[in-house]
């Protein structure tokens, strides 16, 4: 991912606003897959048939990617880096988006099964009780994780751009083959858990239900009229939405035939629980809203910054450019542990905040050190536009200036504080209006927010460049950044990431106190600290 605006530059001649649109779109969907991979194996295949797929799907997808990098029919010829590209055909256009398209796929099916499938093992065969092993699993996964992130942005990034695209590809195409083979070949050994039902199903059966009953007069005292799940403490909907209250009343005895007084038609009855599950999911998303913008990536952006940057950092060592995402990653590895070690140790013994700020101030913490990074990203543009006009560089964007790439640093960094606060934040203030039994959709609720955040990031990169383009005039977002704007661009985030914020702040006054079932220091802490490792299971 890093590199790959550069690929789409370099051995394309897609211009920047297009190549930063088709990473955009690409992301977006590798997010929004997860949802329904997620789907898939909770409904109807099961997690190892979803990962399965997706394994196979990735491979593919990868080895494909290869060719386009192996076989020159496959790609325009370039006469030079950038600027002289035909263009690409439809047929090679294609190749390239059925690739992407493949790893999407394979992403999709992978990301949301992989952990769970893991914890299914464990639960099956060591006993569900014992949570210290549970706990060492999730801790090694998300070490795992970490690491690959670190050999993905220094490894992977570095052979691409000093050994060439074939290597490049041709490696991680090798590892994922060796993946796909590993995990089919235990297949006699794993524990599979049936596919049951799916939150999501549920959530549309409230919606269908609430529809064709429409007409229906709502009880003003006889709540026996409500269909009650027997599993439940739930007796009656609230009086908060009150048109989805129809999906759960109850019109002839007759819906609820089966023997153990469960619906027979779950398209015509639901019951006071799917319907406060979606009303939870409703709540939270003028919240889940605020986060969007945040997320907006800029890393393709800086990867070219980067390529017109002194990266001499070590004797003849040069950092690669796509590299740079690396800061972020470490300063998360710093600020989280010193925050949950240090910080909050000292507000419970000062200012009385036993789990330290709530999860709403982190949330805004976060947004505001976003804003801050976007704001230090324009002015360290500024700084690097300036040198290389003033060092005769205008028309050559391929031209390496005398400006260390450190400059691009602080950016970085303050970027990675943001990351920090503001996602936990979300993913906790999620939990304190889902009730526990959709505990394991708050990650598939943040995972949605990446793709619209990606979403989002494309249509405004395609907005830019056409608006800042009309009448002949350079592009902001022009294939020879020397010449356009990218700091303009910068400061359009960082006053989108202002109005955000009031927009935040004008949402935590709607929202008003929490509610009752928030994460306290209690007899329980244990377990819900346990639940909360376990959000990405779905």
Same mark, same amino acid.
């Given at each position: ?68 990098? @192996? ?22 256009? +294609?190749?390239?988006? &059925?690739?992407? $398209? ?19 093992? &464990?639960?099956?065969?060591? $006993?569900?009780?014992?949570?210290? &092993? ?11 994780? !970490? ?37 089919? &070949? ?45 599993? =439940? ?10 048109? %989805? ?16 007084? /469960? ?30 913008? @945040? ?60 789990? $330290? ?9 976060? %947004? ?9 990203? +324009? ?60 505990? =394991?959709?708050? @990650? ?8 619209? +955040? ?14 800042? /383009? ?17 700091? *303009? ?33 209690? !007899? ?7 639940? *909360? ?6």
């Amino acid at each position: 991912m890093p590199n790959m605006i550069l690929y789409l530059l370099n051995g394309y001649g897609m211009p920047i606003a297009k190549g930063t649109s088709v990473i955009y779109t690409w992301s977006a969907t590798s997010d929004i897959l997860s949802i329904f991979g997620a789907f898939l194996s909770d409904s109807y295949l099961g997690r190892f048939t979803v990962i399965s797929i997706g394994s196979f799907s990735s491979l593919l997808g990868l080895i494909v990617l290869w060719l386009t990098a @192996m076989i020159p029919e496959l790609k325009p010829s370039c006469e030079s880096i950038m600027l002289h590209c035909s263009s690409a055909t439809t047929a090679q256009l +294609a190749v390239l988006f &059925l690739s992407l $398209g493949l790893i999407s796929i394979g992403a999709g099916c992978v990301r949301p099964c992989s952990i769970a499938f893991g914890a299914d093992q &464990l639960t099956i065969k060591e $006993g569900s009780n014992d949570e210290r &092993l549970l706990d060492s699993y999730f801790n090694w996964y998300y070490t795992s994780i !970490a690491l690959s992130t670190i050999i993905a942005l220094s490894v992977i990034v570095y052979i691409q751009e000093n050994l060439g695209w074939k290597i490049g590809f041709g490696l991680p195409a090798l590892l994922m083959l060796i993946s796909a083979v590993s995990f089919i &070949l235990g297949s006699p050994f794993y524990a599979k858990a049936k596919p049951g039902h799916s939150l999501l199903t549920s959530f549309v059966q409230v919606a269908v239900v609430s529809v064709k009953n429409r007409k229906l007069s709502l009880p003003h005292s006889n709540f026996d009229q409500y269909y009650q799940d027997p599993d =439940s403490e739930l007796r009656v909907p609230t009086d908060s939405l009150r048109c %989805l209250n129809k999906a759960c009343m109850i019109k002839t005895p007759e819906t609820l035939s089966n023997p153990d007084g /469960s619906v027979s038609d779950p398209w015509s009855q639901c019951t006071v629980g799917q319907v406060e599950s979606l009303k939870s999911l409703l709540r939270v998303l003028p919240m889940w809203s605020t986060g969007i913008l @945040m997320m907006v990536s800029q890393s393709s952006f800086s990867t070219l910054q980067a390529t017109t940057l002194d990266r001499r950092l070590v004797g003849n060592f040069k950092m690669p450019a796509g590299s740079f995402t690396l800061v972020m990653v470490i300063t998360l590895s710093i600020v989280i542990p010193t925050y949950d070690r240090i910080i909050v140790p000292l507000l419970a013994k000062h200012w009385g905040m036993p789990r $330290g700020f709530s999860c709403k101030t982190r949330i805004g913490i976060g %947004l505001l050190f976003v804003c801050v990074g976007k704001a230090t990203s +324009a002015l360290v543009e500024t700084m690097r536009r300036n040198a290389a006009i003033e060092q005769g560089f205008e028309d050559q964007p391929n031209a390496v200036i005398n400006m260390s790439v450190l400059w691009l640093v602080p950016e970085f960094v303050l970027l990675g504080i943001g990351e920090a606060f503001n996602p936990v934040g979300q993913v906790e203030f999620f939990y304190t209006y889902f009730p526990k039994t959709m505990s =394991s959709f708050a @990650m598939a609720l943040f995972t949605l927010e990446l793709a619209a +955040a990606n979403a989002v990031g494309g249509v405004l990169v395609s907005i830019v460049d056409k608006v800042t /383009s009309l009448g002949g005039k350079e592009s902001w977002l022009s294939t020879n950044i020397n010449r356009g704007h990218l700091n *303009y661009y910068y400061a359009l985030l960082t006053f989108l990431g202002v109005i955000n914020y009031f927009y935040f702040l004008a949402i935590c006054w709607a929202y008003g106190p929490a509610p009752g079932q928030k994460l306290e220091a209690s !007899a329980d802490k244990e377990e819900e600290q346990f639940e *909360y490792r376990e959000v990405p299971t779905s």
